[in-house]
């Protein structure tokens, strides 16, 4: 049984940084590409950043670029998040996902991928 845990959310305030864990059970993690995606209330669900499986590639929303930095350790099966610089607008309930490697020209859709962990809430205070 795949399982994908986020950990790592918090209130905090604006300008201040949260690190986002997400440890993956039940699968060879090293076979996956990894993703994270957001939440707010009241809106869509949308793509933050994601990763290859050996960590070469990255991916990131435009929202997010230069602040958030996604990274993956295969030996402890786990995928990180450091976001820095956070504004209000990146509150939200915060995603980590799972997919077997595709075209990247999908890594961006929620759709396409396989397993989700049950979220993390970050919320950034003004």
């Known amino acids: 049984q795949v399982q994908l845990v986020e950990s790592g959310g918090g209130l905090v305030q604006a300008g201040g940084s949260l690190r986002l864990s997400c440890a993956a059970s039940g699968l060879t993690f090293s076979s996956y590409t990894m993703g994270w995606f957001r939440q707010a209330p009241g809106k869509e669900r949308e793509f933050v950043a994601a990763?290859?499986?050996?960590?070469?590639?990255?991916f990131y929303a435009d929202s997010v670029k230069g602040r958030f930095t996604i990274s993956r350790d295969n030996a402890k099966n786990t995928m990180y998040l450091q976001l820095d610089s956070l504004k209000p607008t990146d509150t939200a309930v915060y995603y980590c996902a799972a997919r077997v490697p595709r075209s990247t020209a999908t890594i961006r859709l929620d759709r396409q991928y396989d397993y989700w962990g049950q979220g993390t809430q970050v919320t950034v205070s003004s």
């Open positions: 990763i290859n499986w050996s960590g070469a590639s990255t």
